[in-house]
């Protein structure tokens, strides 16, 4: 497994669970000298990413791009796959597509995580399914055709009422019937609160793995909260999984900190 740390871009996203925030050569630096072997970037739109010089900068520190989270779409302007209106899902899907077509040629794969939405009065659950499969079906293809993947999320209770557990995930993947081009992300915090049993659900997820974000029980850096990273680290090793482990987590006490016990749990549990 490789480690990896995020940084967000976006300024209106302050309070959220990012390691690093703005400064990307700082990030960079830091993160290198800590170990770590890539950076997810929370980016505001996909021109950001040349904006920023994020591919450039990370290729100078000898790091990999981890993927890259779409979820500005939503943080700036509301977008969501599931919106009642049709003009801001398309926007939604157009958006995730450009991101896509950013990420790819630095391997970066993008991330549908709060883009999801939720089903709501005017939108009804069988309704809000089958507007995320529709554009799933077409993000995913967009992203074979990129040569890439793409990440969907399955978020908590309190960020989505749509794919909440791992198990929803891989069936929704299923019905989009593109598992080589789409897999899941999980986010060891969501999972903490939806999951009986977070080590089982990684077993049962297997191949489905693509990403994994990394923080502790109350979304603190690894090893400040409750979560037993033992039997997590040892059911990833069992299905294989070789992907990135992405630290997501509340930038506490600061984020160096944050990124210090990160790489301390990523070394004593998850390196190959
Ligand atoms: C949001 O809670 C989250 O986990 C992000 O990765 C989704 O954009
Ligand atoms: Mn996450």
């Given at each position: 497994m490789k480690s990896s740390v995020t940084i967000s871009l976006v300024n209106e996203a302050r309070g959220g669970p990012f390691v690093y925030w703005a400064d990307v050569q700082e990030a960079c630096?830091?993160?290198?000298a800590?170990?770590?072997?890539?950076?997810e970037i929370f980016a505001p739109g996909p021109e950001a990413l040349a904006k920023s010089e994020a591919a450039k900068i990370a290729t100078d520190h000898g790091l990999k791009i981890a993927a890259l989270g779409t979820g500005g779409g939503w943080v700036l302007?509301?977008?969501?796959?599931?919106?009642?209106?049709?003009?801001?899902r398309s926007n939604a899907k157009d958006f995730i597509a450009r991101m896509i077509e950013?990420?790819?040629?630095?391997g970066a794969p993008a991330i549908i995580g709060s883009l999801q939405g939720r089903h709501c009065e005017s939108v009804d659950q069988i309704q809000a399914h089958a507007y995320l499969e529709e554009a799933l079906i077409y993000l995913s293809q967009k992203a074979k055709s990129a040569?890439?993947?793409l990440l969907f999320e399955p978020l908590n209770r309190y960020e989505s009422n749509l794919i909440r557990t791992v198990e929803e995930g891989m069936s929704l993947i299923s019905k989009v019937g593109q598992s080589s081009s789409l897999k899941l992300l999980c986010d060891?915090?969501?999972?903490?609160i939806e999951e009986t049993n977070i080590a089982d659900s990684l077993r049962k997820c297997g191949e489905m793995v693509g990403h994994v974000h990394l923080a502790d029980s109350n979304r603190k850096p690894a090893g400040l909260g409750h979560t037993d990273f033992k039997p997590i680290a040892a059911a990833l090793k069992e299905i294989n999984y070789q992907g990135f482990v992405s630290a997501e987590a509340l930038p506490l006490p600061d984020s160096s900190k944050a990124a210090n016990h990160t790489i301390d749990c990523f070394n004593r549990y998850f390196k190959s």
């Open positions: 630096k830091e993160a290198k800590l170990g770590f072997t890539g950076i302007h509301k977008w969501t796959l599931t919106s009642p209106d049709e003009k801001t950013a990420g790819a040629p630095h040569g890439t993947i060891l915090f969501h999972m903490n």
